[in-house]
Every structure is written in structure tokens, then in C-alpha cells.
């Protein structure tokens, strides 16, 4: 049998033989009926003796007859009540104490503290995140430790941008890193005019063309060969004694003959962009005597269209250098530095997605952060950390990409020529860029349907035709229509459409132990305060001799009690009814006394 605590309900009641309750009560009944049947048989033989009073006539000529009794019907009722209890006491008693000593002497003071505010799920005693979303048409003010930040702007990336740069240049503010991302918006984009003039995605529309002509030569055999340029340029090259010097020769020929030329091998990336301290938009600035980023939305437009034309899966990563914070002293996290480099890589994949690249062909490397910067020392303040990289996966070529200088220089009627997909092993061109003019007159770009006609009109400092004057001029048209619920920004060839409600998503990140309130008017709201805060300290004192002795007991009692009672009772309710013999029966006895009388 189980123990009563693992028995169930069901089993409980099994053993409690309920069945033989109800078995016993229906057996009583039918036992009291076949007794009533034994004793109306039982009277027949005086119904059926003459007697003398009656003049030797019986009962049953008198018209009498034995009575029947039966059950017309039985109720039977059983009831039971169970009551099951088990009780378990386990007790542990522990009693530990100690002593120690010996002849040395020491004396230690000393007190350690830390305190940080972060909200969210993270805490961290170094820096401290806030969140803060503002609507991409807003032109309201965002408030900082009682500093207050007014948006300005044309268009949604301007007033962000500035933003963000007020902001992280008052150190009264005390936020030395904003980083933002907008929210993205579907719209239905289409255009009447080319697909090799105008590319639109879901939120972008961008325009092809400008720059000079280029090219890209594969180089993964080291055999002489002689490379046309155009109908009046060759060049010739002979074999070097590997692939790779033999790509350095190729380059030094093609620059020899007045073009730019640059070697890119299999590990090294297709392009690098470069950014500003704390800053993850492409632009062009200048670091000394250095200028970063030039033409970067032109390369960006002719390497997407390579990589188009060959369906070249690539990789994009963001870095990070390991300066601290301005004017705090204090580093920014790894994790800040990792998200600031996966906000530069986004920014590459943007442009590339605007200009036409599937999203099946890139792949976003997480970012390491400053993780290479630290590893190779050197100066905090380093801008070939401050990258984003675009590279090949799997190749084995080398590359060489080709740059006319300027107009006068065109490269066509290339040879050997393998531009057409898919890429086969060989030397060869790869890839050829030849600018063509926009003309677009009359054509449009509809945006859930409302129609924008396109214009070249020279505007915003950019020269007539290009395509940044098609992009600055749909932009205004856009942010001019007050009748649509969106809004847009021009950067270099490429609008980016948002919903005017639509917000972008701010970081704010804070090293200072301080509290520093935000707040903001319309269409900004704050979705997260730095508001969590945490403090610690540590004292510590050893003084004089010191003492330790060790002793310990242990009891431990477990006790376990069942009960059960399990009670009853039960009833029965019948019906006795009178009925009189049957007819049949009376007749046969009849019968059968009149026989024995003859």
C-alpha cells in the first residue's frame, strides 16, 4: 500500500470499499422481495383446505386469494466523508562560533566607495544612459540638466545633427555622446524614369550619375596582358613571379598612363569611411592637413552599382578609437564604443540599400568597438579607428579599381573585357563606370500617391543637372507640400522619406555622477531618465592581536504524522405494494384441485 501523502483522492477512496456500501444495500432489497414471494406461496395451502364452517368449501371458493406484495420502487442513498491529514516538521538547529590567536600584530584602515545612476536594466559605475525620442517634424526644445537645446533645422537629419552637436559640445550638459537612429517608415515609392538614373527603396529615392569615369580591373593571374583603356590608351604588362606583385605592377602602368589607379587584395576592404569624435553620419571633414571622406556619396554610388552588376555579397563593420570623453577625463564603456560602431556600419549599409543594393548581400559584422585601438596602443585620439569598412567575403582576387582624373579622360571599349555577370576566373574588367547626364525632365517620383516632379534646377550650392540638385530640389518639393504626412532629408544623391510623426530614437550617455533631469516640449518625449542610482562602501580595520577558534553543532529532527477517518452512512426508501394473484396462477390451482376430486 502507498504511504497516505502519495495516495490521491481516488485511491483514498478505493480503500474506503465504497463499492461494497452501495453492493450490500441493493442485495438487502432483493433478499426483502424474494422473502415476501416465499411467504405469499407460503399461504396458498390455506386458501385451498376445506373447512367445515363453510361447508366443506375452501377460501379459495369463496373468491378469496393469497396477496402478492412487491417493491414498486427502492431508493438508495450512500454517503461518505473522508478526511485525510499528514503532517511533516523538519527542524535544523546550527550553532557555529570561533576563536583565533596568535602573536602578530597589525593595523589596517582602509575605505573604499562608489555611487553611479543609470535607468534601465543595467547598472554600471562608470556611465549612465537615457533615452529620448523626437518626431521627425518637431521643432521643439529638449532640456538637460537645465541646459536648453533648441532643434533647428530644415529637414530632420539637419535639426538632429545639430542637436547633437550642441548638445555634446556644452559640458554644462554634462552628455559628451548622443547617438541617434530614425525609426524606419514604409511608404509606396515609385518613379517613371530610368532604373540606371533613379533607384527608390521603401523610404529612399536616389539619383545616378555625376563623377568621372572608373573602372575595375581582377587581377588573379600573373601572366603578361595588355589592358585597353579607351581607343587611344593601352597598357601592357608582363608577368612579376607573383599574383599579388604582378596586381602592383598593373597599377603602377595604369597611373603611368595618367589615370589613378590603386590596388585593393582579397583581405583588404573595398572602401573605408572615416568619422568625427562621437559622430556616425558621413560627411567630409578635415583632420589637420587631411581631408577625410571626400566624394564619399559618389564612391558610395559606383560601388554599389558593382556591386549590383555581380551580386557581390559583402561585410560591413564600425570601429572606434579609445579617446576618453571630453573634457570628463573618463572612457566611454565597451558597450557604448560597440554601439557607436554599429551605428558607422548602418550608416554605410543606408547609402548602399539607397543606391540599389539587395539587403540579401550584406551582412552587418557586430562591432568590437575600440577593442583594435586599445590592442595596437598608440595615440586615444586616432581617426583610422573612427571607421567603417565594406569588405568582400571569400575572395581571392585582387582588385584594382581605376579613377579618371577628370572629364577629359574616359575609359570605354575596354579590353579584356569580362563585364558581364557572372564574374569568371581571368584578368580582366570587372566593372565600368561612365557618368551619364540626368536628363529627367518631366519625369516624377510618386510617394503614396502623391506625385513629386523631378528638377535639376541648380539649388542649395549644388550644380545644375547633378544629383545632388535633383535630390536637394525633390526634398524641398516634399517638405513643402504641407498636405502629406511626411516629411524628408537630402544628403549628397540620396532623400530619405520619414513619417512626420515618425520619431528618431536618441542615446544620450552621461559619465558624471550627478543628476541630470531631461525634459522636452512638443514632439519630443522622454522614454528614459537616468534615474536608477546604486552606492557601495567597504571599511576594513585589523588592530591588534588576533583571536579565531572554531566550534560547531549541528540537530536536525524531521517527524512525519498521518490521520484519516473515513465515516458513512446509508439509507434505503421502498414502496411495498399490495397486488393480487395472478389469474392464471388462481386457475391452475383450481385445475388442479378439481383433478385430484375426480
Known sequence: MLDLEDMTPGQVLADASVAEFIKTLGLSIAEAQKALDENSVDQIGEFITPREGLGGRTLLDMGLSPAFYHYQHADISCSLQLNL???????????????????????????????????????????????????????????????????????????????????????????????????????????????????????????????????????????????????????????????????????????????????????????KTYFRTGRHHLETFSTGSTTYNDSFAQRLMELAQFIRLHSIPVEIEGYADAQPYRGQGSSSSDQSNRDLGDRRAHEIERFLLANGVQSSLITMVPSRGAADAQAAG???????????????????????????????????????????????????????????????????????????????????????GTPSAHAHNL??????????DFTSSAEANVVTVFGKTTPF????????????????TEGITITRQFTRSQSSSLTRQNTGNRTVAVGASLDVRFSRQYEMNVTGNSSISARLVSI????????????????NQN
Open 85 to 271: 491529514r499528514v503532517e511533516k516538521d523538519l527542524s535544523v538547529g546550527l550553532n557555529l562560533s570561533g576563536s583565533f590567536s596568535d602573536t602578530t600584530t597589525s593595523d589596517e584602515n582602509r575605505t573604499a566607495s562608489s555611487s553611479s545612476t543609470e535607468s534601465g536594466s543595467e547598472t554600471r559605475t562608470s556611465e549612465r544612459t537615457a533615452s529620448v525620442n523626437i518626431e521627425a517634424q518637431s521643432q521643439g526644445a529638449l532640456t538637460i540638466g537645465g541646459r536648453n537645446f533648441q532643434l533647428s533645422g530644415d529637414d530632420p537629419f539637419t535639426r538632429i545633427r545639430n542637436l547633437q552637436e550642441a548638445v555634446t559640445a556644452d559640458d554644462a550638459a554634462g552628455v559628451p555622446r548622443l547617438l541617434y537612429r530614425p525609426t524606419p517608415r514604409t511608404f509606396q515609392i515609385t518613379t517613371d524614369a530610368p532604373a540606371d538614373k533613379v533607384q527608390t527603396t521603401t523610404n529612399t529615392i536616389s539619383f545616378q550619375g555625376g563623377g568621372f569615369d572608373r573602372a575595375v580591373i581582377q587581377v588573379d593571374t600573373d601572366v603578361a596582358t595588355d589592358y585597353r583603356l579607351n581607343a587611344s590608351t593601352t597598357v601592357s604588362t608582363t608577368a612579376q613571379g607573383s599574383v599579388s606583385t604582378y596586381a602592383d605592377h598593373v597599377a603602377a602602368q595604369i597611373n603611368a598612363a595618367g589615370m589613378t589607379a590603386f590596388v585593393v587584395g582579397p583581405s583588404t576592404p573595398l572602401m
Open 378 to 464: 598608440g595615440p586615444e585620439d586616432n581617426v583610422n579607428f573612427r571607421r567603417a569598412e565594406v569588405r568582400t567575403r571569400g575572395r581571392t582576387a585582387y582588385y584594382i579599381f581605376v579613377r579618371a582624373p577628370n572629364s577629359s579622360f574616359t575609359i570605354e571599349n575596354v579590353s579584356p573585357d569580362k563585364l558581364t555577370p557572372p564574374l569568371t576566373p581571368g584578368n580582366g574588367f570587372i566593372f565600368l563606370y561612365r557618368p551619364q547626364p540626368l536628363a529627367l525632365a518631366g519625369k516624377k517620383v510618386t510617394i503614396d500617391g502623391t506625385e513629386f516632379g523631378l528638377s535639376g534646377a541648380a539649388g542649395g550650392g549644388h550644380g545644375p
Open 475 to 484: 526634398s524641398t518639393a516634399i517638405n513643402g507640400n504641407a498636405a502629406v
Open 505 to 520: 530614437e536618441l542615446t544620450l550617455v552621461t559619465s558624471e555622477t550627478r543628476q541630470i533631469q531631461i525634459s522636452g
Open 580 to 595: 393480487p394473484a395472478p389469474p392464471q396462477f388462481l386457475e391452475t390451482i383450481r385445475e388442479f384441485l378439481s383433478g
